[in-house]
């Protein structure tokens, strides 16, 4: 399974500070464009991908909302901001993760947590950056995991912890973060 991680320092991390204008919400516009373009294809949903969303913002970071393809996961691309909220709203403050709704769960973790987690796991591990290998280069399997930024990028120390990670690159143009998973998505289809 290809997973994703989409990391927002701005991200907001309750469901209540999510209103009718979701740029204030630290930018779940482009939350809600990520989400579409990891699962969304004409007609049909991606069986075979996991987004991991660490949110940074305010007022209780960190949070880590887990979405997992999954024939009873309840996502419309009408109401994704609805399913971010509901996610946000009953995601626990103690540590431990705790299953939402089918194929959603929510915690409290770190992003430097989660990626030394997947690391232990053995995964081969990205992170994506204009400056970095072609993704044409590489040999994918389609279980690699992709670490992708939101409008800012990386702030500094994140960008020291990701130091000794594999560097990707999979245009010329710096892109928005859900088209860089477009991208992605097209290129593992195209080798496996
Ligand atoms: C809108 S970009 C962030 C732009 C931000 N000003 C910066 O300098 O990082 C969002 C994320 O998409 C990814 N990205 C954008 N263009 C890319 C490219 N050509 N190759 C690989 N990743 C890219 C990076 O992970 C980046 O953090």
Redesign the pocket.
């Known amino acids: 399974m290809r997973e994703f991680v989409y990391y927002s320092k701005s991200a907001v991390t309750a469901g209540n500070f999510i209103k009718d204008d979701l740029m204030k919400a630290g930018r779940m516009d482009i939350v809600c464009n990520v989400i579409i373009s990891t699962f969304f294809i004409s007609n049909e949903m991606r069986d075979d991908v996991k987004l991991h969303l660490i949110f940074d913002g305010p007022p209780k970071p960190p949070r880590h909302l887990i979405l997992e393809s999954n024939q009873e996961m309840p996502i419309s691309k009408k109401n994704i901001a609805g399913l971010i909220k509901k996610l946000l709203y009953k995601s626990p403050d103690k540590e431990g993760l705790k299953e939402i709704m089918p194929g959603c769960s929510a915690e409290k973790k770190s992003f430097e947590h989660l990626v030394n987690e997947l690391d232990k796991d053995g995964k081969d591990v990205f992170?994506?950056?204009?400056r970095?290998k072609d993704i044409r280069d590489l040999e994918l399997k389609g279980d690699e995991v992709y670490?992708?930024?939101?409008?800012?990028?990386?702030p500094k120390d994140k960008k020291k912890f990701l130091k000794m990670i594999d560097k990707?690159?999979?245009?010329?143009?710096?892109?928005?973060?859900s088209q860089?998973i477009t991208i992605i998505n097209n290129e593992i289809d195209r080798q496996i």
């Open positions: 992170l994506l950056e204009g970095g670490i992708i930024g939101d409008h800012e990028g990386f990707i690159s999979v245009s010329p143009k710096t892109l928005f973060a860089v």
